[in-house]
């Protein structure tokens, strides 16, 4: 087993390892060993206030504190380079990371290399020329609509110190919009289930410029990209985009580049293709 790759699977935002537990399965059955980890103030970190219950208190949810506030991308570092550290006294590494997780994984392959015997973005966040806030404002981000998930947002996130998400409304519009943008391809019933596995809160620093690629530290690990070509959050344009400028950063280190049918979160709810995917990686 010492030269068999451990998976290091990193989540998105207001996500956790829960929803990595299908893709493990696969993995395993496909002999592949793997670890999905909680980056600080998620999974049993996370805080459920009391008003996000059932029924709800808007007014009480709007206030409440959570413990990820002031939790910030260094610490999500530091979090994935213990694991890392750990992992690596078993053979080789392969860093997964899913959508916002992107931006994290991106930052500990700028800081500690070594640890990383690959990288694996499935559409997920891979700022090189700009940083996260900037590609929301290109032309390949313009049909999606932030604005649609407004209605579920609660209090406000300079004094809550955090971004506040009510996934548990019944609102069907504000659903509707989850959905599309999403898992346009799920059942309403997968969609909720996935749904009640999101936690509330999620802290407010994906990165800054100074967090973007660097080509003589991220640039010497090599690197697949997996696009969902129906993501409708992290359009295959702009996943198209990052992988472009990824390689013009270092042209003899370029992505390897896969592709999933599917919204973005399907290929969690239906891994198998996935765990295929990673597991043709593993001797790479």
Not at 76 to 92: D, F, I, Q, S, W
Not at 119 to 126: E, F, G, P, Q, R
Not at 189 to 202: C, G, I, K, Y
Request: hydrophobic share 45%; glycine share 6%; with cysteine.
């Amino acid at each position: 087993m010492q030269n068999q790759p451990t998976f290091v699977l990193v989540h998105g935002a207001f996500a956790n390892s829960f929803s990595f537990a299908p893709l493990q399965a696969e993995l395993a059955l496909l002999g592949h060993r793997s670890v999905a980890l909680d980056l600080p103030g998620h999974g049993f970190e996370a805080t459920f206030p009391a008003a996000y219950q059932a029924p709800q208190d808007l007014d009480a949810l709007a206030a409440a504190p959570g413990s990820i506030k002031g939790v910030m991308l260094a610490d999500n570092v530091a979090r994935v380079t213990e694991v890392l550290e750990r992992a690596k006294r078993n053979g080789p590494t392969v860093l997964v990371a899913h959508s916002r997780g992107g931006c994290t994984a991106t930052a500990v392959a700028n800081a500690r290399p070594e640890l990383i015997d690959r990288i694996v973005y499935v559409s997920a966040w891979c700022p090189v020329d700009l940083d996260v806030a900037g590609y929301y404002a290109e032309p390949e981000m313009a049909d999606v609509d932030p604005g649609g998930f407004a209605a579920a947002l609660v209090g406000n996130p300079a004094e809550l110190g955090l971004l506040r998400t009510n996934f548990r409304t019944a609102d069907p519009a504000t659903l509707d919009a989850f959905k599309q943008a999403f898992a346009a391809d799920l059942t309403d019933d997968e969609f909720r289930t996935f749904l009640n596995t999101f936690q509330p809160d999620e802290n407010l620093d994906a990165g800054t410029p100074d967090d973007r690629a660097q080509a003589a530290t991220w640039g010497r690990i090599p690197r697949t990209y997996v696009r969902l070509a129906a993501d409708a959050s992290l359009p295959p344009a702009v996943q198209d985009r990052m992988i472009l400028e990824a390689d013009a950063l270092t042209p003899d280190n370029s992505f390897d580049v896969r592709t999933l049918e599917g919204s973005h979160l399907r290929w969690l709810v239906h891994p198998r293709p996935a765990a295929e995917v990673l597991a043709s990686l593993a001797g790479n």
